[in-house]
């Protein structure tokens, strides 16, 4: 009896179409990933290291060596399973859907329309696609988008403060990505204090996707704390910061930073507590902070429905899920988050 070969994984066919290409998980936040790292996850090997929303978030870019400016951008979402492995079905469903549309057997090249109508494909929203395409420039050694020297000449000082409506997210994007350049480095940091709030929030959240210089994060952590000190502070400027923030090397201080937020009023609000559930889940490993996220998340805005919905994100990471139900079983807890969790896991949780 013949047996029908195995299904390809999608590093095979990525590798046999002779393209360069590069990955990058675009789940949380944007990050290059290793094909070695996605083909141990696609042969179920390993789970995948950043699931958000039960989902493996994938950008793919592919291009030819030879003309490094005509490139191919896939942006793939595939489902999980409870212990954050691939789903399997979904993975050979995509890999058989590509194989039927993409592989354009004249040219021997991967074409763009291979996602048309494809139940996996996503668009990324507009901050993400910023950074993407400025990643996607540096792989494959493409100058930055037109819009990168007035940044420039912006965080340089060379333009007054209230010209930043003429900065442009692509142009931001470019920045946020150069900052192994000392000179853009020193520059941002030095802009941060009095930059305008908007710009501020703008800059900000495209931090999160790289690992901000000392200078930068030291700028930005003194502006939030600023920004803390006051009750009228917009609560989606104190995510964004937070956000800024949540790549920083330093576990300890971005700890800290998590903590003046969750022990000030804004944590009460559902941008604030869905940015540090969502993009600080290192932070939330110490004991001392995830029990003040989980007091405000019980006592917040977003009421129950907003407490269940961000725990059952959490919880999908193993190591948190571990932590948040010791934290659910402390005596000293709450009457407030006692009946948070009576409402989401029923009344007799953590009676016994």
């Known amino acids: 009896m013949s047996t029908s070969p195995p299904q390809p994984t999608l590093i095979q ?39 958000f929303l039960h989902h493996a978030w994938l950008g793919v870019l592919i291009w030819n060596p030879k003309l490094r400016e005509q490139n191919t951008i896939w942006f793939l979402k595939l489902p999980l399973d409870e212990q954050g492995y691939l789903v399997q079905a979904a993975r050979d469903d995509l890999v058989h859907r590509l194989l039927q549309n993409a592989v354009n057997a004249q040219q021997g090249g991967l074409e763009e329309d291979a996602l048309k109508d494809n139940p996996f494909a996503f668009k990324p929203d507009q901050e ?7 990643l996607a420039a540096q792989a494959t050694g493409a100058r930055p988008s037109g819009y990168f ?26 920045l946020v990505v150069r900052l192994d350049d000392k000179r853009n480095a020193s520059a941002l940091a030095k802009r941060i204090p009095e930059v305008p709030l908007p710009a501020l929030a703008s800059i900000a959240t495209l931090l999160e996707h790289t690992t901000p210089p000392l200078a930068v994060r030291n700028a930005l952590a003194a502006r939030l704390d600023r920004l803390l000190a006051t009750t009228d502070t917009d609560p989606l400027l104190v995510a ?18 998590v903590l003046n937020v969750l022990q000030s009023t804004h944590a009460l609000e559902p941008e604030v507590i869905v940015a540090i559930a969502s993009r600080c889940h290192l932070a939330l490993q110490d004991p001392e902070v995830l029990r003040t996220f989980l007091e405000q998340l019980a006592a917040g805005k977003a009421g129950q429905a907003g407490f269940s919905r961000v725990l ?18 402390n005596p000293a807890r709450s009457e407030l988050l006692s009946k948070a969790i009576g409402e989401m896991f029923g009344q007799s949780f953590g009676t016994h």
Request: aromatic share 10%; net charge negative; proline share 5%.
């Open 240 to 257: 964004a910061l937070i956000r800024g923030l949540s790549n920083i090397e330093d576990e300890s201080f971005k700890q800290q930073q």
């Open 149 to 174: 020297e007035t940044v420039q000449e912006y965080v340089n000082g060379e333009l007054p403060l209230e010209r930043w409506t003429d900065l442009a997210l692509q142009g931001l994007a470019d």
């Open 13 to 51: 066919v990525l590798r046999e179409a002779g393209a360069a290409f590069r990955l990058f998980d675009m789940g949380r936040r944007v990050g290059k990933l290793s094909a070695d790292a996605f083909e141990r996850i696609e042969q179920a090997r390993t789970p995948y290291p950043l699931p």
């Open 128 to 134: 993400k696609m910023a950074i993407f395409h400025a």
């Open 312 to 329: 059952a994100d959490l919880m999908f990471m193993p190591a948190l899920r571990a932590l948040i139900m010791q934290a659910f079983r």
